[in-house]
């Protein structure tokens, strides 16, 4: 079983070019995530959805687009890459059974520098 | 809106002992989720343990113990019998049961454990 799979692993941009970070479950799960994590930091939460079609800021959005077009997908644009967006990405599901007890099934990661 | 605190940035703790990992948190909501989450130098996101606000007892799950006093607003993680395999990143997180989908992370304790 695959879980949440992210792509890449590991990219670097020039400022000001554009990239999507690609993930993926497979759990059929109805909330996804995306947050990113400054060195040394806890997680920031960059956006969320609950389901297909439906997508809302979380914390830090500015900068970042989600589209979630299927349950599975749910990728992240960053247009006009800034050194400021240089940070591990990890993109995260959980069911809806029970909102407040589900955990949170992450990715490995993404780290993405801007330079 | 929530806050975790995470006050202690590192620990450093003989292998076998058990150590205490401090969080506390701040919020308005009378229902609400606390979690606590493993990173290894590897980066990935562990789940470790859950615990309820409503919930009678304290989660336990095998060396992991949630060490939960309402009226102060802590969720103390405790583990038993450290491991050298426990050297790690850990962050307590936390989630209201309504009004929005947010998992909201501290800024996390690096707990090394010396043989």
């Known amino acids: 079983n695959a879980g949440v799979t992210q792509t890449p692993k590991f990219r670097i941009l020039k400022i000001g070019q554009s990239m999507t970070l690609q993930c993926t479950q497979d759990m059929n799960h109805n909330y996804m995530y995306w947050y990113r994590q400054d060195p040394g930091m806890g997680l920031k939460l960059i956006y969320y959805s609950v389901g297909a079609g439906i997508t809302d800021k979380g914390e830090v959005p500015n900068g970042y687009n989600v589209s979630r077009s299927t349950t599975e997908d749910f990728p992240l644009r960053l247009e006009l890459a800034a050194p400021s967006q240089t940070s591990v990405y990890f993109c995260?599901?959980?069911?809806?059974?029970?909102?407040?007890?589900?955990?949170?099934?992450f990715g490995s990661g993404t780290q993405l520098s801007v330079l | 809106a929530q806050k975790i605190t995470q006050t202690q940035p590192g620990m450093f703790v003989q292998e076998k002992e058990a150590v205490t990992l401090d969080c506390t948190y701040d919020t308005s909501d009378q229902s609400y989720g606390l979690f606590w989450y493993k990173q290894p130098s590897s980066g990935e996101m562990i789940f470790l343990i859950y615990q309820g606000s409503y919930d009678e007892q304290n989660a336990t799950e095998g060396r992991y113990s949630l060490n939960f006093q309402k009226a102060r607003k802590s969720a103390n993680l405790v583990i038993s019998a450290s491991q050298l395999g426990d050297s790690a990143m850990y962050f307590c997180a936390m989630r209201p049961q309504f009004g929005n989908e947010k998992l909201t992370f501290g800024t996390g304790t690096r707990l090394t454990i010396i043989p």
């Open positions: 995260a599901s959980s069911p809806t059974r029970d909102r407040v007890r589900e955990k949170l099934f």
